[in-house]
């Protein structure tokens, strides 16, 4: 999934989330490759855009709602968009359905 290291990446993620009509199908929020280093702790978030790999990159630019993250509820180890919210930030279980927007090296 993409990486979001500028506002300009948030314009963008979510111009491809409603031209596709994800909105419509899955929701109000936009999955990102935001994820903690360690799920099953409160670690720090990192960029993960290849799920098969260990790579990460950190995070240099972060727009998380006031009080997130908040890893509530057992755990929260991803991080999605939140349209409701002007596509700030909030970390959420990784099983809840929503849009997701992928990045590919061309
Ligand atoms: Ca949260």
Redesign the pocket.
């Known amino acids: 999934m993409c990486n979001i290291v500028c506002s300009d990446d948030v314009v963008y993620v979510q111009t491809q989330a409603t031209l596709t009509g994800c909105f419509t199908l899955a929701g109000t929020s936009i999955w990102t490759a935001g994820q903690r280093i360690d799920p099953s702790s409160e670690s720090a978030f990192v960029w993960r855009t290849d799920a098969d790999s260990d790579t990460v990159s950190a995070m240099t630019y972060t727009n998380w709602i006031p009080g997130?993250?908040?890893?509530?509820c057992g755990g929260?180890p991803c991080m999605h968009l939140l349209r409701g919210f002007s596509y700030m930030w909030?970390?959420?279980q990784c099983s809840t359905a929503s849009c997701s927007v992928c990045e590919i090296d061309l």
């Open positions: 997130q993250p908040n890893n509530c929260e909030n970390d959420l």
